[in-house]
């Protein structure tokens, strides 16, 4: 899958020095100081989330804007995702871009795909959705199940009328066709419920894709996601092969060695 890269040029303004400077005032640092110590802003990339074949002349991204609070309590934004929030789509607005070959290649359409991702991890998923739909229309594809997470169900439930849509009536993400959606909504009820309880709820019907040749696809923070997704994998194997679970994370890295589970995760 490839990633766009949006290209930056630098702004002291928006820089990690200057920001220190705003947290200590009583810094005398000349501004021409400032310039040569601060680098360049670096280019932000993102994973394209479309299908090319579906939109030859276009390119569809996920993005969600970032904000922060510093140690000191100041509120922050990201960079690039506020200035994208703030284009007027009415407007034309020229952005410096270029393409780069991502980590998560796309599959064929005979290869069963287990798709594990939170929040804007969805975005290159949507692109493996909208080529097998096509692939289907004139020969049969493998089963694909896709676990989605987001906070709540009524504020960012990303793409919910393209899950729907490809999860029903025979669609590539239907149960008809052997996989399945699976969204997890961590603040919609007291406990919270995240993708690894999906992916552990569908167990029998995970290991059963393993067991065909699936691929683990996976996207999004990098934070404690990615961890937490492979030890749900490591208990499903464990659990419905019958062996340990030292002998299931072996079994989990051969898959990984054997380019058959992938990671893209962000900070």
Not at 27 to 48: D, G, H, N, Y
Not at 242 to 256: D, N, Q, T
């Amino acid at each position: 899958m490839q990633d766009i890269c949006l290209i930056f040029s630098f702004d002291v303004s928006s820089c990690p020095g200057k920001m220190v400077l705003e947290d200590f005032p009583s810094v005398q640092m000349p501004f021409e100081w400032l310039v040569q110590l601060v680098p360049p802003l670096k280019t932000r990339a993102f994973s394209i989330s479309s299908c090319h074949s579906a939109h030859q002349n276009q390119v569809h991204l996920t993005v969600s804007v970032v904000m922060w609070k510093t140690p000191y309590k100041r509120k922050r934004s990201g960079l690039c995702s506020s200035w994208l929030a703030s284009i007027d789509p009415q407007q034309n607005v020229l952005v410096a871009v270029w393409f780069k070959k991502g980590s998560l290649p796309p599959p064929p359409p005979s290869l069963p795909l287990i798709l594990i991702g939170p929040g804007t991890g969805c975005a290159p998923f949507r692109g493996f959705v909208e080529e097998r739909a096509l692939q289907n229309e004139s020969d049969p594809t493998a089963p694909m199940i896709f676990c989605f997470g987001c906070r709540n169900k009524d504020n960012d439930f990303l793409y919910q009328d393209f899950w729907m849509k490809h999860s029903q009536n025979g669609g590539v993400l239907s149960e008809d066709k052997g996989g399945g959606f699976y969204a997890a909504f961590s603040r919609d009820q007291p406990q919270k419920v995240y993708v690894q309880h999906k992916i552990k709820e569908q167990s029998t019907k995970i290991w059963s894709l393993l067991s065909q040749g699936a691929s683990v696809y996976i996207a999004g923070s990098s934070n404690k996601m990615p961890s937490d997704v492979l030890s749900a994998f490591e208990d499903i194997v464990s659990a419905e092969s019958g062996v340990s679970k030292e002998v299931a994370s072996r079994w989990i890295r051969a898959l990984e060695k054997a380019g058959k589970y992938y990671v893209e995760a962000w900070s």
